[in-house]
């Protein structure tokens, strides 16, 4: 098997997703009609009087990206990596059209599994920011990683 083991990772470790996601509008209109429906992702007239003002990207979207970016570093070099959770999911700023995202994941626990000799648990706090630096998501994943 290639690619990284659990022994691989470090807490502390940072690992930054090549790449950006611009949020277009009319990505923001296509998701929204498929996944998320509402108003404050589809209409104008109706996101206008909501709290954020205008058009938002819907949270789901905003994370999918994240995950796209994410499937773009150096983390799945090897090929698929198994999520088992996520954790302290936090949609910290609405995301809007001309909004460009990256992300980025910092280890936070390595540990082996107690039931499976073969495997442990990596755990990663995945942020997405915008352009500005600011962050717009938090995430704590958890991952199933072979062990040497």
Do not use: C, K
């Not at 995301?95 to 992300?103: I, K």
């Amino acid at each position: 098997m290639s690619g990284r083991f659990l022994e691989d990772f470090d807490v502390g470790e940072t690992i930054e997703a090549p790449g950006a996601y611009e949020m277009t509008p009319e990505r923001i209109a296509a998701f929204a009609a498929e996944y998320d429906p509402q108003g404050i992702h589809l209409d104008p007239i109706v996101a206008a009087r909501e709290m954020f003002g205008g058009i938002v990207a819907s949270g789901w979207h905003s994370l999918s990206a994240t995950m796209r970016l994410m499937v773009g570093s150096r983390l799945f070099d090897a090929g698929p990596i198994v999520g088992v959770g996520v954790d302290r999911l936090r949609y910290l700023q609405p995301v809007r059209a001309g909004d460009v995202l990256r992300a980025r994941a910092e280890v936070i626990d390595v540990r082996p599994s107690r039931s499976h000799s073969n495997r442990g648990y990596v755990v990663m706090r995945v942020v997405t920011l915008r352009q500005d630096d600011v962050q717009v998501l938090t995430q704590d994943w958890t991952l199933l990683v072979p062990r040497r």
